[in-house]
T-cell receptor, first 112, second 113 residues
């Protein structure tokens, strides 16, 4: 079955790095995603990683994937107050027409 | 490219009333999803359409929820009658294919009192 777990809260100081962690259960996951949700807004795709990759870097964002441990992390370098939001991890299993399965989200608070 | 449009943005109704939400996906996106996001939780899939056919509605409470996607484009989600526990944000998303390139709308925040 599919299950995605995240820690609920993270607080960091402006300028520090943030690391948001996620674990998933389905080893058949093909893609893993990070979405950002600001208050009153929909989900914005931040980045994704294919399951055959270990790492992906995109400007301030670094995604690390440990398939053996089914662990995904999102590192935000030089965190800014504008990064304050809820971050969702989601997995996609390429089997039939399965949709994305989301975690409960990690609320990132950036302290100035 | 225009995004996924949803309306209304907010809705407050009394329990046992009916409500409908509308979604207009990105042009050319064959797959359309309705997700329910209860406060403090991640989005949970309610129903998935491929063109105008239902692919997955296993999590849709069919005794009170219904959805349709006319002509494989716009979609409506209806709740009749609403319960207090239906208070949530209802998110519509669309994608070209299954599982990749989801684009979400801003959602409709429903409050049932």
């Amino acid at each position: 079955g599919e299950d995605v777990e995240q820690s609920l809260f993270l607080s960091v100081r402006e300028g520090d790095s943030s690391v948001i962690n996620c674990t998933y259960t389905d080893s058949s996951s093909t893609y893993l995603y990070w979405y950002k949700q600001e208050p009153g807004a929909g989900l914005q795709l931040l980045t994704y990683i294919f399951s055959n990759m270990d790492m992906k870097q995109d400007q301030r964002l670094t995604v690390l994937l440990n398939k053996k441990d089914k662990h995904l992390s999102l590192r935000i370098a030089d965190t800014q107050t504008g990064d304050s939001a809820i971050y969702f991890c989601a997995e996609f299993v390429n089997s039939g027409n399965t949709p994305l399965v989301f975690g409960k989200g990690t609320r990132l608070s950036v302290i100035a | 490219e225009a995004g996924v449009a949803q309306s209304p943005r907010y809705k407050i109704i009394e329990k046992r009333q009916s409500v409908a939400f509308w979604c207009n996906p990105i042009s050319g996106h064959a797959t359309l999803y309705w997700y329910q996001q209860i406060l403090g939780q991640g989005p949970k899939l309610l129903i998935q359409f491929q063109n105008n056919g239902v692919v997955d509605d296993s999590q849709l409470p069919k005794d009170r929820f219904s959805a349709e996607r006319l002509k494989g484009v716009d979609s409506t989600l209806k709740i009749q009658p609403a319960k207090l526990e239906d208070s949530a944000v209802y998110l519509c998303a669309s994608s070209v294919g299954t599982g990749f390139g989801y684009t979400f709308g801003s959602g409709t925040r429903l409050t049932v009192v």
